[in-house]
């Protein structure tokens, strides 16, 4: 919800950013002078169309980061960009020029009013410092004092920003916590009553998305909030095989061709049964997609190689990792050093190569995880050395 919610932000604060500083140049600049000043009416020079071609650019570099599912890059990029650009032109404007510096926009204002929107200490920093900065710089290279207004201005309206972006984390987080523990009281609990059909995997989702939580950790590219979706998503991967007759899911021997499609069909049955549930819809593919392998032999949809989602990928090296070192109805539990051979020799046909080498940077946290799991009676664990 939290991840929705900081998409719409952001589209608003594009929005209203594009809005006020067009809106505020064009009065300020065309409007103003004649009518309130004696101003000439004009930008005060052509290194002024750079802010507007540097904007225009973004529109599509936040698109396409938006896209990606990058959309907590954004800000950044935003930010960043318009910062640099805008000391740029105050430079090459003004620097040696009889014109006294009057340079600066509303839209700034609005920038560090906009903060505790974003729920994120981090950028507030990075704006308020950023801003402050670029008006030091601005007066030493250009020797004015014109810029201590401005300085003045942005740390008073920083300070009220941060109380209220302080308020906000509070309420957030213990709104935030209460939610997490139901919905994973609720996701476990749904698990809980499929894993009743098969003492066999009790305990597996939830070893499953731990691993998979660690490896994703390890590669270090999601956000606090993506791996909380891809968690919960992971514990509800096996969801589907709740429409799996007892008969077929516990059968001890080799399974029929007949009976192999029918466990097949238990990705697609699992995201069309979780599809509208707005918490997991970021990590939804790893509910279809976790059975692929990187040869495109897998299933539902034989995707191969990189078509493959990432998460679902990660999920398929953890999901195979926990079927063999786990009792199953026919056959017991392997060696976590049989498994990591295994998930070694795989690399390249059934799993993603560049995360087998992440595998094996996390390979002895997951044993410690494997070794502390409070293993239940209906499960054969044997304990071994690594």
């Known amino acids: 919800m939290i991840l929705l919610e900081e998409k719409r932000t952001i589209k608003w604060f594009l929005l209203f950013f594009y809005i006020i500083m067009l809106g505020y140049d064009c009065f300020y600049y065309f409007v103003a002078p004649g009518l309130i000043t ?35 890059l954004i800000k950044y990029v935003f930010f960043i960009s318009y910062l640099i650009t805008v000391f740029i032109v105050d430079i ?62 942005i740390i008073v309206v920083s300070i009220m920003s941060f109380f209220i972006l302080t308020r906000f984390l509070g309420y957030v987080g213990a709104l935030s916590l209460s939610y997490d523990k139901q919905l994973e009281g609720i996701v476990k609990g749904v698990i809980a009553t499929l894993e009743l059909k098969d003492p066999y995997t009790r305990g597996h989702s939830e070893r ?9 950790q390890e590669i270090g590219r999601f956000s606090k909030e993506e791996q909380k979706s891809f968690y919960h998503a992971c514990l509800l991967h096996d969801i589907g095989k709740v429409h799996i007759p007892d008969s077929i899911l516990m059968k001890p021997g080799k399974l029929t061709t007949e009976e192999f499609e029918i466990i097949k069909s238990h990705p697609v049955v699992g995201e069309e049964a979780v599809k509208d549930v707005q918490e997991i819809k970021e990590g939804i593919s790893v509910i279809r997609s976790h059975h692929e392998r990187w040869d495109g032999k897998g299933y539902p949809d034989q995707l191969k190689g990189e078509n493959i989602p990432l998460l679902a ?26 498994a990591y051979r295994r998930i070694l020799d795989g690399a390249g046909s059934q799993f993603d190569p560049s995360l087998v080498e992440e595998f094996k940077k996390v390979f002895h946290v997951w044993v410690k995880f494997h070794r502390d799991y409070p293993w239940t009676k209906w499960e054969n664990y044997k304990e071994v050395k690594v």
Do not use: C
């Open 38 to 72: 004696d101003r000439k009416i004009g930008l005060p020079s052509n290194y002024w169309y750079l802010n507007y071609i540097v904007l225009m650019i973004l529109i599509p570099v936040t698109y396409n980061l938006n896209r990606l599912n990058r959309h907590a």
């Open 313 to 338: 990928r990660v999920t398929a090296i953890a999901d195979a990792f926990d079927a063999m070192t786990s009792s199953r109805s026919y056959r017991a539990a392997l060696s976590v050093d049989e």
């Open 92 to 153: 090459f404007t003004y620097f040696g020029s009889e014109e006294p510096y009057t340079s600066g926009n509303m839209v700034e204002i609005f920038l560090i009013l906009s903060l505790p929107l974003f729920l994120d200490k981090k950028y507030f920093w990075i704006v308020t410092l950023g801003e402050i900065i670029k008006y030091l710089i601005t007066g030493i290279v250009l020797q004015t004092s014109y810029v201590i207004m401005p300085i003045i201005l």
């Open 208 to 216: 499953v998305a731990k691993y998979a939580l660690l490896l994703v």
